[in-house]
């Protein structure tokens, strides 16, 4: 019996050893990891996500916001920091998609920034252009150059997003169609409906697509005569390419 007893005991003791030595590590990595909220930040990390495809925004345009707001961080009291309050205003930025605030155990603040990635320029007729990113968001017009394909015409912003945008993100993933196609242009048809006409980076003509819808199957078309005509009467045969109506391809030539 007492050796029962005194193995329990010793159970207990090596259980009790053991949360012992979890707490003090969670404390010590606690403390090691939160700032002193009277010591003051000396300075703010920040860094903006790589994206080749987007150049909004640069590091000095955030440092401005955030002073302009009296919210940069470096040399107030870490206690006085108010790290949502900071992500709040940040992602009002258009240009942002998101945004990670920290504060480091060094006394410095840390901001993540991910912008967002455009998919299609639209330039509206008689309109101010704009952005349209990959998830639908507006992006408002900006002195930012860009080698997207850019969307003309009868377009607005419903349009845009409801029926262009999974047609230019199907372009910006298909890297012949990214290379060849250079600019939609919409326009209405004789029934009033809006139609697309798709400028080429190579060849001389215009391809005459009509709506939006099926696009993969159109531009699957397409390809197949490139590949196969193409090649042998060239780029510039042909005056338009109407491929807007089922297992069928109807071209003009240039008169000339």
């Known amino acids: 019996m007492k050796k029962k007893i005194l193995k329990l005991l010793k159970i207990l003791f090596v259980a009790l050893l053991t949360l012992a030595v979890a707490a003090y590590l969670v404390i010590a990595m606690t403390s090691m990891t939160t ?22 925004i640069s590091k000095s345009d955030i440092t401005s ?29 258009k240009f ?23 998919s299609v320029y639209v330039v509206p007729t ?3 252009g704009f952005f349209v990113d990959r998830n639908g968001e507006i992006i408002p017009n900006t002195i930012y150059k860009t080698n997207l394909v850019i969307a003309t015409g009868d377009i607005d912003k419903t349009y845009a997003v409801k029926e262009l945008l999974p ?21 209405r048809n004789a029934e009033n409906k809006r139609v697309i006409e798709l400028v080429p980076r190579v060849g001389n003509h215009i391809v005459h697509m009509g709506s939006a819808s099926n696009y993969e199957k159109k531009l699957k078309r ?35």
């Not at 206690?79 to 009002?92: F, S």
């Not at 942002?96 to 455009?118: G, H, L, M, W």
């Not at 047609?167 to 326009?187: K, L, S």
């Not at 109407?242 to 008169?255: E, R, S």
Request: with cysteine; aromatic share 10%.
């Open 35 to 56: 700032p002193d909220p009277e010591e003051v930040c000396v300075d703010v990390t920040l860094n903006i996500e790589a994206n080749p495809k987007s150049n909004f």
């Open 65 to 93: 916001m955030l002073v302009k707001r009296k919210l940069y961080p470096k040399g107030k009291k870490m206690a006085e920091i108010n790290t949502r309050l900071i992500e709040t205003y940040l992602k009002q930025n």
């Open 96 to 118: 942002i998609e998101s945004v990670d605030c920290y504060k480091s155990a060094s006394n410095k603040f840390c901001i993540t920034i991910k912008q967002r990635t455009p």
């Open 126 to 128: 008689n309109n101010s």
């Open 167 to 187: 047609f230019a993100n199907f372009i910006q993933d298909n890297d012949f169609w990214n290379n060849q196609i250079e600019q939609i242009h919409v326009t």
């Open 222 to 256: 397409l390809k197949t005569f490139y590949d196969k005509a193409i090649g042998t009467v060239g780029w510039n045969k042909y005056e338009t390419i109407n491929i807007q109506y089922d297992n069928q391809i109807i071209c003009t030539k240039h008169k000339n």
